[in-house]
């Protein structure tokens, strides 16, 4: 497939005709062909009715037939093979190897969905059986199973163009769930998109499904994203990016007449708590491996470590000296957008005219444009309680070590922090015993805990949380990575006294699509 800068509308290909928007090279600040006709709000329009037309068919398509829909995704996408990855190279600045491993995980999570599909018991099946001679009142027939929220949009991610974009973990959560998708793409990864778009739509082609499956839409500013979000059609969405613009969209939900929910994955600082026996024992080494975690992928995580809490003394001392000096000898590293770039000089530079926070080492100084120059601070629990803009993100390589008196106020700083993704404990054994008393404390503020590590590596799999209590993500009872992200697509619905022959297959007495199901209150395998 050639990049055409084109829209997708359900299997129909269309230049769209609200403006040209081109791509960047990352590394080199380059215009890259072609042009990408930007989509209307008539186009918005008519992928939402393909969309609301397909629902019906698609979210009732047999186990198996979604499962393979997932799975003809993941092999179209590793069909396009080198010229998906050196566009994606070209567009994120970011390493092929990196880029390599991102398609790896992407096409991961679309084949870890199609088992969870297979399985069937994201439905969660129940059945009351009637109890017709039931005293004193006879007991109906209830029967229950969860279905798709409805059609989703979803907004490609700047820092993750392939996991957390067209064909990322919330689309394919939401396609597990039955629910249609139409992607916003990115505007800085546009050409990424469409060829991963036309893997997509050869999918739904290949497999049957119906055309407004999916959709892929371009546009520069928020009046697309903004008219998709307010679209009635559109039932839930997805997104990862900045707070302000997901804090925009979850605005325009609920002002909508149907208020719906948006699962915005937006801000966090990620702590990481030193604890003493620790911080006194390896506490060099547990620098160098900050250090990696702090710029690996020029700091564009949303889990990477912005936050160190320690406890002052010759032990945060020596930790902050090797900390500095593996900072030093680390290269400037190539950021995604120019815009990300600003931002990010932005925040180094607040964090350095302020008067009560030390800068303790920068990288190497940028040799390229949009070059990101890493940055250690150090301030004190009491500055850092009093001064808001202490606790503000800043998306890349740069990250705070707080000095703390004691552990009680290391705690009262925890306590003091909003939501977070994850919290890093770095333990030794001695250290248990006081670690446990923080964790109810961690347990209110994240959705990850870990131990001895970074929150830079999220693992797909079924037990991973990747949400936490906002701002973090827009609602902590979610997850936008692991099997349990389908569960933010879908709703229950009870049928009571509904005739066999007008049941749902997952339903009926038989159980033609062999899932297991919970049947007066207990487990029965299928």
């Known amino acids: 497939m050639d990049i055409a800068g084109n829209l997708l509308i359900g299997q129909d290909v269309r230049r769209g005709t609200n403006g040209v928007s081109y791509a960047l090279d990352a590394a080199s600040g380059e ?314 000089e932005t925040g180094v530079a607040n964090f350095s005219a302020h008067p009560q926070v030390q800068t303790l080492a920068r990288a190497q100084p940028a040799a390229g444009v949009n070059e990101g120059q890493g940055a250690l601070f150090l301030t004190t629990a009491e500055a850092f309680r009093e001064h808001a803009s202490l606790r503000e993100e800043i998306f890349g390589a740069a990250s705070l070590i707080v000095s703390c008196p004691d552990l009680q106020a290391m705690q009262a700083l925890i306590e003091s922090l909003e939501g977070q993704l994850t919290v890093a404990l770095h333990i030794d054994e001695e250290d248990y015993t006081v670690a446990r008393s923080f964790l109810p404390v961690l347990e209110r503020r994240v959705g990850r805990v870990l131990v001895n590590g970074f929150g830079t590596g999220v693992e797909v799999s079924h037990a991973m949380v990747h949400g936490g209590p906002y701002p973090s993500t827009a609602d902590g009872r979610s997850t936008s990575v692991g099997s349990l992200a389908i569960r933010r697509y879908l709703r229950p619905v009870s049928y009571q006294d509904v005739p066999e022959a007008l049941l749902p297959e997952a339903l009926k007495a038989t159980n033609p699509w062999k899932v297991n199901r919970l049947v007066d209150g207990k487990i029965e395998l299928a």
């Open 31 to 344: 215009r890259l062909a072609p042009g990408f006709g930007g989509a209307t709000l008539e186009d918005v329009d008519a992928a939402c009715e393909l969309a609301w037309s397909a629902f019906d068919r698609f979210r009732e398509t047999s186990l198996e037939a979604r499962a393979e829909f997932l799975d003809t995704i993941a092999t179209n996408i590793l069909a396009l093979g080198d010229k998906l990855i050196e566009r994606c190279v070209a567009e994120s600045g970011l390493p092929r190897a990196r880029i390599e491993g991102e398609r790896a995980r992407t096409v991961g999570q679309l084949r870890m969905f199609a088992g969870v599909v297979r399985s069937g018991d994201f439905l969660e099946v129940r059945m009351d059986p009637a109890q017709p001679e039931r005293k004193p009142l006879p007991r109906v027939d209830l029967r229950m199973r969860h279905i798709g929220l409805g059609p989703v949009a979803v907004f490609g991610a700047s820092n993750f163009p392939l996991a957390f974009s067209v064909a990322g973990g919330d689309t394919a959560s939401a396609f597990a769930a039955g629910c249609p998708v139409i992607v916003k793409a990115h505007a800085a990864h546009p050409g990424t998109s469409e060829l991963v778009g036309g893997a997509v739509r050869q999918a739904v082609e290949d497999c049957g499904m119906p055309a407004g499956t999916f959709s892929l839409l371009f546009g520069s500013g928020r009046e697309i994203g903004q008219a998709l979000v307010r679209d009635p059609r559109i039932k839930a969405v997805g997104f990862t990016g900045s707070r302000q613009a997901g804090t925009d969209l979850m605005a325009v939900a609920a002002a909508r007449l149907e208020p719906i929910p948006v699962y915005a994955e937006m801000s966090s600082i990620n702590p990481v708590i030193l604890f003493p026996h620790a911080l006194e024992q390896r506490g060099e080494a547990i620098a160098q491996a900050f250090v990696q975690s702090l710029t690996l992928g020029a700091g564009q995580f949303c889990t990477n470590p912005g936050l160190i809490l320690a406890v002052q003394g010759p032990a945060l001392d020596r930790f902050v000296a090797a900390a500095s000096e593996a900072l030093a000898r680390t290269p400037a590293a190539t950021m995604l957008t120019p815009g990300i770039h600003r931002a990010f």
